[in-house]
Structures are given as C-alpha cells and as structure tokens.
C-alpha cells in the first residue's frame, strides 16, 4: 500500500521541480538545468560529478553533470529517495 502512495508522491514532486527553471555555472559558462522525467531520453557517455544522496527520510533533488556522446556537457535534476539512516 506505501508504495502506490509514494510513486504518486514522486509524480506529484516531479511536476512541481520541472515547472522550475534554472542555470548553473560551471567552468565559466552558464548550463540550463534540465529536469528529469519517464519521457527523458538519455545519452550519458560521461559522468562528472554528482551529487550524494541525503540522508533525510524523503524524496530530494540531486543533480548529475554528465558529457553526452557528442562532448556536450549537461546538468540534470532528478529526485531521489533520501537514504533514511534514522528509520
């Protein structure tokens, strides 16, 4: 039953984080975030960074810097279940 629940939870947050917009600045130059959803299509050759996930008992963003297979960098956002160490 807590699983139906939470996927809704997640869908529900996903909606809200890609009305959001927003840049980073990476290496001098400013990247859009873009912001993950079931409909993303993926080309991730190289991961450079990203973020660890927290440890709170709830969905979180985090983001990823990634090179495409054409040398392109991006920043994208997606949400996460927090690690939740305390119960």
């Known amino acids: ?26 290496e001098g130059q400013q990247i859009p975030v873009e912001y993950y959803t079931y409909a993303t299509q993926m080309d991730v050759a190289k ?12 969905v979180e963003p985090i983001r990823m810097t990634y090179l495409d297979s054409k040398g392109n960098q991006h920043l994208l956002e997606y949400e996460v279940m927090g690690g939740c160490s305390n119960g």
């Open 1 to 26: 039953m807590k699983a139906p629940m939470m996927i809704l939870a997640l869908f529900g947050l996903s909606a809200v984080v890609m009305a959001q917009e927003g840049t980073a600045k990476t």
């Open 47 to 58: 991961v450079i960074s990203e973020d660890q996930i927290p440890d709170v008992c709830g």
